[in-house]
């Protein structure tokens, strides 16, 4: 508590000095976090003695990573990564015990999208891209800048199934793509780099909401049929709105 006193103190003396911002009181602000960590302290253990007490139980233990594969330190498109591992190697850095996962699920949206610089091959600059953007309402939670969108590479995504070895995918925001004349999907590069994609034509009918396939459109199935074939890796569930209720479940995932 000396410590974290001594930091508000700098903290305050930064506001008010430098920014003429007011501060809050802070022997009220340590009374607060006295109060948080009252609350807290019975939730603060080993975490990797807890994960190994449900692993020797052959209990249910799910780890979730976040952002994407290509941001991972090692394995994502250097420079352009975070500083921590986002593929399945997380799991046993961060959670410190080795568990072997029955099931590895990638969750994968219906096009591509990127937060920040690096390269994106598939990106949209015309009126599509920015369509992409508005259906799917991308742009970042925490910092709210704009995220690149542009067509499913999958090249690029076939490679982080080899990293992390997925054995199911989750198909998300699939209803983002209704209204398009023609939906692309990038399978390979040419010698310069350059995506070469493979055409599907579109559909004009809503499917956010659905829950079952039958409800999906013939030509939203047989784009979702190729992302299946191609990664030669089942999908177990399709999400079709931003609602928890909005899923079609092709399999027992859970």
């Not at 807290?40 to 990797?48: A, E, H, T």
């Not at 598939?122 to 995220?147: I, S, V, W, Y």
């Not at 569930?237 to 479940?249: E, L, W």
Request: aromatic share 12%; glycine share 10%.
């Amino acid at each position: 508590m000396e410590r974290f006193e001594e930091h508000l103190l700098n903290y305050k003396h930064i506001s008010e000095q430098i920014y003429n911002e007011p501060f809050p009181d802070v022997k009220a602000t340590i009374r607060e976090v006295k109060q948080s960590l009252d609350k807290i302290k019975p939730f603060i253990k080993d975490s990797v003695e807890v994960i190994a007490g449900f692993v020797d139980k052959e209990a249910n233990v799910l780890f979730e990573g976040a952002q994407g594969t290509f941001l991972d330190v090692d394995h994502g498109s250097y420079p352009f990564v975070t500083s921590s591992s986002t593929s399945i190697g997380g799991a046993f850095t961060g959670g410190g015990v080795f568990v072997e996962f029955d099931k590895r699920i990638g969750i994968v949206k219906a096009y591509t999208t990127r937060v920040g610089e690096g390269p994106f091959p598939t990106e949209l600059f015309d009126d599509t891209g920015k369509q992409l953007q508005k259906n799917g309402n991308e742009f970042g939670a925490t910092t709210g800048r704009p995220r690149r969108c542009g067509w499913l590479d999958l090249k690029m995504l076939k490679r982080s199934f080899v990293i992390n070895g997925f054995n199911y995918v989750s198909l998300s925001k699939i209803s983002c793509l209704s209204g398009f004349e023609t939906v692309k999907a990038a399978v390979d590069y040419d010698a310069e780099g350059k995506p070469v994609y493979k055409e599907f034509s579109g559909w004009s009918e809503e499917v956010e909401g659905a829950t079952s396939l039958e409800q999906l459109p013939k030509n939203c199935k047989n784009y979702i049929n190729f992302i299946e074939d191609y990664l030669g890796v089942p999908i177990g569930m399709i999400s079709t709105g931003p609602h928890r209720k909005d899923i079609i479940f092709k399999d027992d995932l859970f």
